[in-house]
């Protein structure tokens, strides 16, 4: 089993479903997007689960219209690259992504997510256990 990655950069010049099964045929299993070069209305999703929560993840963004999933024993350079080929060409997927994208433009959902984590109360061996904490 290869342990090395190889990380490819998906934009404008990499589309196209030639392009995509080359770069999955010469060992490419990890894709990056250059969204220095598209919109990100342009931006859909595949996802391989794997274990755990990946599998409910997948199904959200099926859910949310803004991807598709294949199963591990699926992926194939023939697969994919017809996969997202066609996810590019599927006008309402496309301005699905641009319904989301909208949804959550202005939203720091980082930001919001580590305010709501630091405002909870920590406990851990560090940290001496006070009696309000415990809710004594």
């Known amino acids: 089993m290869r342990k090395t990655k190889i990380i490819c950069t998906l934009g404008p010049a990499t589309e196209s479903e030639g ?3 080359e770069m999955i045929e010469a060992g490419a299993n990890i894709f990056r997007l250059n969204m220095s ?6 931006v ?4 391989m689960p794997f274990a755990h929560d990946q599998l409910d993840n997948a199904n959200r963004v ?3 219209g803004v991807g598709r999933w294949i199963e591990p024993r699926a992926y194939r350079a023939g697969n994919v690259a017809r996969v997202m080929t066609g996810m590019l060409g599927d006008e309402p997927m496309h301005r699905r992504c641009g ?7 202005g939203v720091d959902g980082v930001g919001e997510a580590c305010e709501l984590i630091e405002s909870m109360p920590t406990i851990n061996a560090l940290t001496p256990v006070r009696e309000e904490m415990l809710g004594r």
Do not use: N, T, Y
């Open 19 to 21: 392009v995509l099964r």
């Open 37 to 42: 070069h598209a919109p990100h209305d342009w």
């Open 44 to 47: 859909r999703q595949i996802v």
């Open 62 to 64: 099926v859910k949310l």
């Open 99 to 105: 319904e989301v994208k909208a949804k959550f433009a």
